[in-house]
Nanobody, 126 residues
Framework: QLQLVESGGGLVQPGGSLRLSCAASGRPLDFYAIGWFRQAPGKQREGVAC????????KYADSVKGRFTVSRDSDRTTVYLQMNSLKPEDTAVYYC???????????????????WGQGTQVTISS
């Protein structure tokens, strides 16, 4: 079974940056589409960004467009979420998720993701 581990969360000032990582313990992520989701206290989990299995296609939530970038290592072992110009409303637990899918397609529907990491806390505060 695929096991995902997120890292890179922490506390940062508004306007600052963080880079989250998602790595698979069980196998490389070559044939998995990856999604980043976040959940703030008292709120529904929401999609942030997603990337296709080969890293060609990406998609972002309107709230993070122009600020966040999702990418994959060339060896396909790690997926990143670069977060710039962070705002207090970005505060949440961030989750990495994976699903086997067709090459070239992003997966935007949360229900389709079958593997989830434990989450990493991101806090933006003055």
């Amino acid at each position: 079974q695929l096991q995902l581990v997120e890292s890179g969360g922490g506390l940062v000032q508004p306007g600052g940056s963080l880079r989250l990582s998602c790595a698979a313990s069980g196998r490389p992520l070559d044939f998995y589409a990856i999604g980043w989701f976040r959940q703030a206290p008292g709120k529904q989990r929401e999609g942030v960004a997603c990337i296709s299995s080969e890293g060609v296609s990406t998609k972002y939530a309107d709230s993070v467009k122009g600020r966040f970038t999702v990418s994959r290592d060339s060896d396909r072992t790690t997926v990143y979420l670069q977060m710039n110009s962070l705002k207090p409303e970005d505060t949440a637990v961030y989750y990495c998720a994976a699903v086997g899918t067709v090459t070239g397609h992003v997966v935007t529907e949360e229900y389709r993701y079958t593997y989830w990491g434990q989450g990493t806390q991101v806090t933006i505060s003055s």
